[in-house]
């Protein structure tokens, strides 16, 4: 963060020490307007502080590109049209006039190449030195050596190969450093991921439906949405990393008359959440959040959990929440979101479907209604999302001991089934909730705050993510750890069913 390193730049410089602060960033990074908001401001300052763009051209050439196109015009006006072509034709008539008119052609792109490269910089008032190889290691030790000297902030751009060294990195732009350890058995055939089911489906829809459009923040692929892109390339936009300015140009679709769908995953549109407020939600405009990795994610850790959606979205009026217990269901939510008049989200894990297979068509859901999967007496398990599959496994073991469970896909966090709820708490007495969400604003307690509201108290427990930030392990792993597992709904419903039941609860 280049926010991050000025204030500690700025902190060095208020204690008096000669160090320097350094951030680097990456040329994909540098589409955010955060980026540009902190060169602003350390252009200003005129404090020692040096950015290192690590430039892999992956994603740097629609940010700079706006200096190409400029000279691109100048050299298509009219006035400069006319004088070039009265300078060619000088140089072809000169002594020597073609070498001159050669050496003034090399001259026009370096130039350009020169202003490329520097001219935002220099307008940020950084000092602009590069590009250099970010390869060479000598080459970048005199580079730094030499910026130590300079005074105020200074820019240095170091051009990379992403994934240098490792062959699988380099020759493949899109997956690069998410290679998987290759097996060398036969590998089992797995149903289909979340995001292709997602992708496909969304396609599909546009198809028949020229309202929806697909909006990514230079996550086309992690999003399923190449298939999209391939087939609607007219209604698809990569807007780059830049998830604030997404949710906002969604919701000027959506003033159109058209059925933008943001993709993108769970911890990334914390980045937007001023604009789901005010952009999206105040005025109630139907844009279509896609969420994806939603939940624990694995190896990517504690910074790409989305774990904080049902809590951060709950609270906001007009917002609908959905959360699919397997790959058909997420059919169904996707074709209810399209066509859903206001905000809406889907929210949904990382990795492969559960495997179910379904000859069914696509069905609309009714706003707010959840189902029950499985009659039970003794307790009812409601669970949401991922969770639901963990739930009936739970129910099957719990059977196996003698305790019937009731178990209820709520589909829905927000509006809540109040009715069917209240049913069940009122049928079997006992309650459980789990979700892959935190404790704190999740579906468990929006639970409890209708049992207050409706002066219901009976024995219910609550499984959600710990207040903690969970880090790197399978998700497995990361689900025991956080107590949502089958068997972690087992041991705790075997403890509820002990409980007393109040008279009444019972007499209801």
């Not at 060169?39 to 950015?51: D, E, S, T, Y």
């Not at 390339?233 to 990393?241: A, L, M, T, W």
């Not at 709904?489 to 008279?503: D, F, K, Q």
Request: aromatic share 6%.
């Amino acid at each position: 963060s280049i926010s991050a390193a000025l204030g500690m730049a700025v902190g060095k410089s208020l204690k008096g020490e000669k160090s320097r602060a350094i951030a680097v960033i990456g040329d994909g990074a540098l589409t955010g307007g955060m980026a540009y908001e902190a060169l602003n401001n350390a252009g200003n300052l005129h404090i020692p502080f040096i950015v290192v763009l690590n430039d892999n051209e992956m994603s740097i050439a629609p940010n700079v590109g706006a200096m190409s196109k400029y000279l691109s015009r100048m050299r298509t006006d009219e006035r400069y049209s006319r004088a070039k072509a009265q300078y060619e034709k000088l140089m072809h008539k000169a002594p020597k006039g073609e070498l001159v008119l050669d050496l003034s052609k090399r001259m026009r792109d370096s130039l350009k190449e020169f202003v490329y490269h520097t001219m935002i910089w220099e307008e940020l008032g950084f000092t602009y030195v590069g590009p250099v190889d970010g390869h060479n290691i000598a080459e970048l030790i005199e580079t730094f050596q030499t910026v130590k000297a300079l005074e105020g902030p200074v820019f240095v751009h170091a051009v990379t190969t992403k994934g240098k060294g490792y062959d699988f990195a380099e020759d493949d732009p899109f997956k690069h450093h998410a290679a998987k350890v290759k097996s060398t058995g036969v590998a089992k055939p797995s149903p289909p991921k979340y995001q292709d089911v997602f992708g496909e489906y969304l396609t599909e829809l546009a198809t028949d439906d020229e309202r929806i459009i697909a909006i990514t923040a230079a996550m086309p692929d992690g999003t399923g949405l190449l298939p999209f892109a391939k087939a609607h390339p007219e209604r698809f936009f990569d807007v780059g990393i830049a998830e604030q300015h997404a949710v906002t140009f969604a919701a000027g679709l959506a003033t159109q008359g058209l059925r933008p769908v943001v993709a993108v995953y769970s911890t990334f549109l914390q980045r937007a959440y001023d604009q789901v407020i005010h952009d999206v939600c105040v005025q109630n405009l139907p844009v279509v959040f896609a969420m994806d990795r939603a939940g624990l994610v694995g190896d990517d850790g504690r910074t790409h959990h989305g774990v904080f959606d049902f809590s951060y979205l709950s609270c906001l009026p007009n917002m609908v929440i959905m959360a699919p217990k397997d790959e058909s269901e997420l059919r169904n939510m996707l074709l209810t979101a399209v066509d859903h008049d206001g905000p809406i989200a889907v929210r949904f894990p990382r990795g492969s479907g559960t495997g179910v297979e379904s000859t069914l068509k696509p069905v609309k859901l009714p706003i707010g209604r959840g189902e029950i999967l499985r009659d039970g007496s003794d307790l009812t398990i409601l669970a949401v999302g991922s969770r639901v599959i963990a739930a009936q496994n739970a129910a099957d073991m719990l059977a196996e001991r003698g305790v019937s469970a009731r178990i209820v896909n709520a589909r829905f966090v927000k509006p809540l089934d109040e009715e069917l709820i209240l049913r069940c708490a009122r049928e079997t007495g006992r309650l459980i909730t789990i979700e892959e969400n935190v404790r704190h604003g999740g579906f468990g307690a929006a639970v409890l705050e209708l049992l207050a509201r409706e002066g219901v108290h009976l024995p219910v427990e609550c499984l959600a993510i710990p207040d903690v930030f969970l880090d790197h392990a399978s998700q497995e792993a990361l689900r025991a750890k956080a107590g949502i597992t089958a068997q972690d709904l087992v041991e705790t419903a075997l403890e509820l069913s002990t409980a007393r039941i109040p008279a009444a609860i019972l007499q209801g």
